[in-house]
């Protein structure tokens, strides 16, 4: 019997192994760069990493992100800043939103400061961070309705990325989710395959707790108008451009309170959106791009 159960293991080890170099030799599972937390806030990548992820290579450059890092400091500095759109790691670099912004204007240094995940109040003390190394002369932030939302963790928590508790007018701490545990999920392609093809996962059923929707709606308002708010009064924001996507135009005049210099795309064609995650494809970063140079920039 004993040996029986060792002849199993053995075809199943052996077995996991295989599997494990086929995912390698294949690329069939994305490698996603592994994250470090300054000063307990800032969430940025760990330097000299590199991988693929749906068949595009990223690198991460020496500030920790996996943009475009041009810096000069002169009159053509400008500071793109977003979250996983702008980040673009579906997509090679030269089908960010950064490059094809160069092509309107070869002089153009841009730096491109994004990451998955951001929220809005996360742009923000970004751009306090890093501003005086960049020394942008422009800066433009790309904002959706989630990076609103999710900057208030009245409404929900998580500890994962930088959010305020507008009630007690201070950022919430930043905790990294199980480094541990990502690491070996990541390093094991088998396992990371088998995770995210939900053969790992487990569905808890959820507990309903009935509230009116316009309870909901209530305090969303109310939140979100606390929330610019304390951007008005806590942050620089005049000389700020805001290109608006995935947005109601009910959203819109809270970024007018903030700067003048918005714009709001209004939708994107089905070639401008990848179907497999609904981020931008190459057309849909160079629609970006060029809303951004005729709308934020030869407009101000």
């Known amino acids: 019997m004993k040996k029986f159960i060792r002849h199993i293991l053995f075809i199943l080890i052996l077995s996991f192994l295989f599997f ?3 995912l390698r030799a294949f690329n069939l599972t994305n490698d996603v760069p592994k994250r470090n937390l300054l000063q307990n806030r800032y969430q940025v990548y ?50 960010h939103v950064g490059t094809y912004l160069k092509e309107k204007n070869k002089n153009f240094k841009v730096f491109e400061m994004a990451r998955s995940g951001m929220t809005l109040i996360e742009y923000f003390e970004f751009i306090k961070k890093f501003k005086s190394k960049i020394n942008p002369k422009k800066i433009i932030l790309l904002v959706n309705s989630n990076d609103i939302y999710e900057s208030i963790s009245n409404l929900n928590r998580y500890s994962d990325r930088m959010q305020v508790n507008l009630n007690e007018k201070k950022l919430d701490p930043v905790i990294l989710k199980s480094p541990i545990l990502k690491n070996i999920l990541y390093n094991i392609k088998g396992i990371y395959y ?23 709606s209530n305090a969303k308002i109310y939140f979100v108008e606390k929330l610019f708010l304390f951007l008005r009064n806590n942050y620089e924001t005049d000389e700020l451009g805001f290109l608006c996507f995935n947005m109601k135009d009910s959203e819109i005049k809270y970024f007018q309170n903030l700067s003048e210099n918005i714009y709001h795309i209004r939708g994107f064609s089905k070639d401008e959106i990848r179907e497999d995650d609904k981020h931008w494809t190459c057309e849909g970063n160079k629609k970006v791009a060029e809303s951004i140079y005729t709308h934020l920039i030869l407009s101000k």
């Open 20 to 22: 494990e170099f086929a």
């Open 194 to 216: 088998l995770y995210s093809n939900h053969f790992l996962s487990i569905k808890w059923p959820k507990l309903k707790f009935e509230k009116k929707d316009s309870d909901k």
């Open 46 to 95: 760990r330097k000299s990493q590199e991988g693929i992820y749906k068949n595009a290579k990223w690198v991460v450059n020496d500030y920790g992100f996996l943009g475009l890092s041009d810096i000069d400091k002169g009159e053509n500095q400008i500071l793109l800043i977003g979250d996983s759109f702008l980040e673009n790691m579906m997509n090679n670099i030269y089908c």
